[in-house]
């Protein structure tokens, strides 16, 4: 596994004074997302493989409300987007933005006025605007799945207001996708308002959509706001532990059934409608709607939410070969404990440490696990500044809440669990009981056996690099053998023993200090 890049040195970012908090990518990036239903500005930190929003803000303009009736962007609609981008470009420029990419969708694409609206749009944004066609819309979405997790397999499903986009994807392969008239202003337009319309509709589009005979057994990655309310929704109902859309499973079943669930009551009815906006709740129906029949003809696993959909995409397309090739999961890691840690080149040598150490006890770690106990290595001193009663709680928040992509609810448990045990032992009653539901048996114990892992090198290293590489932790003669150089031998105390003889005791070996 390639080991993730420190971010470049860089002392400004666009020629401005970089603040302490940033990590130097370059100036930020700007996507501004002309979609059917919002135009939303987001701005990025900068161009890399784990891209951090700075700024998020959308304006619910509708420009797709009424094409497919009249052919037409109302003029409403037109002024709504118009005053969105003054601002955007305004907000750009004050952030000094290096780079602004302009996106627009099926409602300028499919309207008879699109080319005025989008002249406009451009005269305003002071930038060329890539009015997208649905293939490429498909790709951009797909790619930002893949920019987001790991390995994904499956077909990626991107609902907005005017279309709905299908394609497979293995790994970084994709198909050519396809784009499908079953946006949720679209069908509530074109059916007027009816479900039982909106049904019908969506089953004559889909019944013979080739994407969706690739779908059986295999996850549908559910992109698009309506997908993310509903998903919300089904979170709050569930009482689900951990409110992170990105990576949000739910069985095929199960999300079928909630589909029809929606599609059934007054929206206003239903349990978790508080968490959706009141611009949203009409829509929620109609997504369902579509959902419901991507379910029944794929008859796929899994529903997994996708939070990174065309803007991600087309930053993960900006990448070079290189940067397309690291690990968003370790990449984001790293950059977290450049940022906060006291000596970020020590997360390699955890890592490498770590390695040593479950090479050699045998332990049995998956790809995923061993990529996650990396990750865990470099954010292991991110909470070095709280309170010592504090950091393993704050800590275990930071990561079980953060921006991370290339990681599921599962993983984000076994980083956050490990990294509360290093700090304050290895006793589950101080842990969150909300976290602990999200984690096997399985994960339970290798989170233990991480935590008290990194409790034996914190004694060792006092978090300095280059230090752990000198002082291995292996099993010699199936005797725990931490062996100690000359110079470092005064560091064989009767607390670092202690903490030895605890790792020992999970891992059921004996303990040693050896002096070399």
Same mark, same amino acid.
């Given at each position: ?98 780079? *602004?990419?302009?996106? !627009?969708?099926?409602?300028? &694409? ?32 797909? #790619? ?77 990655? !559910? ?10 929704? @089904? ?7 951990? @409110? ?66 065309? &803007? ?6 900006? #990448?070079?070969?290189?940067?397309? &090739? ?96 290093? @700090? *304050? ?92």
């Amino acid at each position: 596994m390639a080991k993730p890049k420190l971010p470049p040195a860089g002392p400004s970012a666009n020629g401005r004074a970089l603040p302490p908090g940033r990590l130097p990518y370059g100036p930020p990036v700007a996507i501004v997302d002309i979609g059917s239903n919002s135009v939303r500005l987001v701005v990025y930190e900068g161009l890399s493989r784990a891209p951090t929003p700075m700024f998020n803000e959308k304006e619910l303009c509708a420009l797709g409300r009424s094409v497919a009736v009249t052919g037409r962007l109302s003029e409403d609609s037109m002024a709504k987007a118009y005053a969105a981008l003054r601002r955007f470009r305004a907000l750009a420029d004050a952030m000094g933005v290096g780079s *602004m990419f302009v996106l !627009a969708t099926a409602a300028a &694409r499919d309207a008879a006025n699109g080319p005025e609206f989008i002249a406009e749009a451009e005269r305003l944004c002071r930038t060329e605007i890539q009015l997208l066609s649905g293939k490429r819309e498909a790709r951009l979405s797909a #790619l930002g799945v893949v920019s987001g997790f790991f390995k994904p397999d499956g077909i990626v499903g991107d609902l907005g207001g005017g279309s709905l986009e299908l394609i497979s994807v293995s790994k970084t392969r994709l198909s050519d996708g396809a784009t499908f008239p079953l946006g949720g202003i679209r069908l509530q337009d074109v059916s007027e308002q009816s479900i039982k319309k909106a049904d019908r509709i969506t089953r004559d589009a889909l019944d013979d959509a080739r994407e969706l005979e690739k779908l059986k057994d295999r996850t549908f990655y !559910a992109v698009g706001g309506t997908w993310r309310a509903l998903a919300h929704m @089904h979170m709050v109902q569930k009482n689900y532990p951990l @409110h992170v859309l990105h990576g949000y499973t739910i069985p095929a079943k199960e999300a079928l059934e909630f589909c029809r669930l929606v599609r059934r009551v007054d929206p206003e009815t239903l349990p978790g409608i508080s968490v959706v906006s009141s611009e949203r709740r009409p829509l929620l129906a109609y997504g369902a709607v579509v959902l419901e029949h991507i379910l029944r003809i794929g008859k796929p696993r899994e529903v997994v939410l996708s939070s990174l959909g065309v &803007r991600e995409g087309l930053l993960y397309e900006l #990448l070079d070969d290189d940067g397309r &090739r690291e690990d968003p999961l370790l990449s984001s890691a790293r950059d977290l404990g450049y940022l906060r840690a006291r000596a970020p080149r020590h997360g390699d040598d955890l890592v490498e440490w770590t390695d040593r150490l479950f090479r050699s006890v045998d332990i049995d770690e998956t790809v995923e696990e061993r990529r996650w106990r990396h990750a865990a290595c470099h954010l292991a001193d991110i909470g070095w500044r709280a309170h010592p009663d504090y950091r393993g709680e704050q800590s275990l928040d930071t990561i079980a809440h953060g921006s991370f992509a290339g990681v599921d609810h599962l993983g984000r448990a076994y980083m956050a669990l490990a990294i509360f045990y290093r @700090h *304050m032992g290895l006793l589950d009653d101080e842990a969150s009981p909300r976290i602990r539901e999200l984690a096997s048996t399985r994960i339970l114990d290798r989170a233990r056996t991480l935590g008290a892992a990194m409790r034996v090198a914190y004694l060792v290293s006092a978090a300095v690099a280059d230090v752990l590489p000198r002082a291995p932790l292996t099993l010699k003669r199936d005797v725990l053998t931490l062996r100690l150089p000359t110079e470092l031998g005064e560091l064989a105390s009767d607390r670092l023993r202690n903490r030895l003889n605890k790792l020992g005791k999970l891992l059921a070996r004996p303990t040693a200090i050896e002096t070399i």
